[in-house]
């Protein structure tokens, strides 16, 4: 066909595999399929992130690249805000490039608890490996790690607290501080410059701007999937049909759900949709007498380590000024002193790992994360924000903005100290979430898990499940590793079902 019969109107194909989704683990699907042979068609509903330029401005780059315009969010006891990435690479495209492997004790639990094998005493090392390999994996260099991050090593050392320059997938990388807005030299290794290439390569065929609306069932059987083919403004053009005998869904946490419930698969009182898990995050800035310059080095570059086991993870945060006004407290001549101020002003995230269960519900159409936070992961928020505090105070800072209401400003370690027990709810924080995981979850247990330990959703045959969804619970550190692990685990399981004919 040819590009100009492209551009409109109704459209067939046929493929041995139709992924849905291109980012962490949709394209890493597609990649080892392909390379393995198989004849497969990636499609995506986003575009290539190269047709908005890399010096736009951060909020054009988020409207371009980020679905909803970087606003989606979860209804519950208080608006969580929860980006996820719309376009080739999908969220890896826009997201931090932290890669950690999940803890060994969480691994153990999904084994044991959750019966999926071969996970706990290195059993997923082999796919962990491989992914490290394709995305050049290593710790922050030294001279990334920015000034804002010297600052709290400072801190959390004079406190007696361990930090480490976080593992990254950025070859090359110069430290210029937009990797949320897409890196603009392709320096991180989001799949849309790593394994949807290689995919593309390796002979698979990618579509973008094409909205899968349903999977295709006969007879129990997966035959394909319906998609909407979208217009540079995002209007219907057309509909895209795929003939394929297997079908992969990886349209990510929030949305894969929605999808299987559209296409009639996820029956009433099936586990899809239930378990979903945030990762709420908040952030502190802090105020210093000396130059910060907060904007140089690598954004999210360090760590402080010592309360994971308790499911606190604070980890470099910094977002451009003009991102960051709106969140900073006071109006008027306060707002404008504290804008001016923004070369010595310091910020870094805290992540909890939540124990709070939500849930996607669909209605209208549309999937809508449900979540109230619980009492515990109150706590464990309010505690993150307190030690983050203290850190900065530690590193010699003046005054500091935890993201909490009724605290706007502290200014003394006493303060800080206090916040731990200050009574808050849900809604005091501001809060916002970037790891949504766990909503079509895997195991062992056909009552307690929707899909497969080898990832087939169960009720239908030919329909895999391979993204963030997956997850059993929360895997406490950042989950693109382990979703590009499992997700190469499911390719290889794929493989060989196609081999012996499964
Ligand atoms: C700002 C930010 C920073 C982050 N930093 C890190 C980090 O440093 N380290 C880390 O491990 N994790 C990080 N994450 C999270 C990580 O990127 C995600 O967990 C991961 O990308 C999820 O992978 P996925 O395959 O489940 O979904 P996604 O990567 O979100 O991919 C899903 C894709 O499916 C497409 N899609 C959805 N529905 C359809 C449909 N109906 N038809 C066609 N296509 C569809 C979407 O457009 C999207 O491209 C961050 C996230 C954000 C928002
Ligand atoms: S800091 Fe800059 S160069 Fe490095 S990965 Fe992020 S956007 Fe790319």
Not at 66 to 85: A, E, K, L, Q, W
Not at 281 to 290: K, P, Q
Request: charged letters at 20%.
């Amino acid at each position: 066909m040819n590009a100009e019969a492209e551009r409109s109107g109704d459209i067939e194909e046929l493929a041995e595999v139709v992924v849905i989704g291109t980012g962490a683990g949709g394209a890493v699907v597609a990649c080892e399929l392909a390379e393995a042979g198989v004849d497969v068609l990636l499609l995506e509903e986003g575009d290539h992130s190269a047709r908005v330029p890399a010096g736009a401005p951060p909020l054009a780059r988020i409207g371009a690249l980020y679905r909803d315009g970087g606003m989606s969010g979860t209804v519950g006891n208080t608006f969580i805000t929860v980006p996820i990435g719309r376009t080739v690479g999908g969220t890896t495209t826009i997201n931090s490039g932290t890669c950690w492997r999940a803890p060994e004790e969480i691994l153990e639990r999904w084994e044991r608890e959750f019966g999926i094998p071969a996970l706990a005493g290195g059993g997923l090392d082999d796919e962990y490996a491989r992914v490290e390999k394709a995305l050049g994996v290593a710790p922050v260099p030294e001279e990334l790690l920015g000034p804002g991050a010297r600052l709290v090593r400072r801190g959390a050392e004079a406190l007696g607290f361990e930090t480490t320059p976080l593992p990254r997938n950025a070859i090359g990388c110069r430290g210029t501080g937009v990797c949320a807005f897409g890196c603009p030299r392709h320096a991180k290794q989001s799949t849309d410059v790593s394994y949807v290439p290689r995919a593309v390569a390796a002979g698979a065929r990618l579509r973008t701007c094409a909205r899968v609306e349903r999977v295709l069932v006969e007879g129990g059987r997966a035959t394909g999937v319906v998609a909407t083919r979208l217009g540079a403004r995002g209007e219907p053009i057309g509909t895209l049909r795929v003939r394929a005998a297997r079908v992969v869904v990886a349209a990510g946490a929030l949305l894969t759900p929605g999808l299987l419930a559209a296409s009639g698969l996820a029956p009433r009182g099936s586990e899809i949709g239930l378990h979903l898990r945030l990762h709420p995050a908040s952030r502190v800035a802090a105020l210093f007498d000396e130059p910060v310059r907060s904007w140089e080095g690598v954004p999210q570059s360090l760590q402080v380590r010592d309360f994971e086991a308790e499911g606190i993870v604070l980890q470099g945060i910094w977002v451009p000024p003009q991102l960051l006004a709106p969140t900073l407290p006071g109006a008027g001549a306060e707002h404008e002193h504290r804008m001016s101020a923004v070369g010595r002003m310091a910020s870094f995230g805290a992540l909890i790992s939540d124990t709070t269960e939500g849930r996607v519900r669909r209605i209208g159409g549309r999937s809508l994360p449900w979540y109230r936070m619980n009492a515990s992961d109150v706590g464990r928020m309010r505690r993150a924000l307190s030690l983050l505090s203290r850190i900065y105070f530690a590193a010699g800072a003046r005054e500091v903005d935890p993201g909490v209401r009724q605290a706007p400003v502290l200014r003394s370690v006493a303060e800080a100290e206090a916040l731990e027990h200050l009574p808050l709810r849900a809604a005091d924080f501001e809060l916002m979430a970037f790891h949504p995981m766990g909503t079509t979850r895997m195991g062992g247990d056909a009552k307690r898990s929707a899909v497969d330990p080898a990832g087939r959703l169960r009720g239908v045959s030919g329909v895999y499940v391979a993204d963030a969804s997956l997850f059993p619970s929360s895997s406490r550190l950042n989950p693109q590793l382990t979703i590009m692990a499992l997700a190469t685990r499911i390719a290889r399981g794929m493989v060989a079902d196609a081999r012996t004919g499964t």
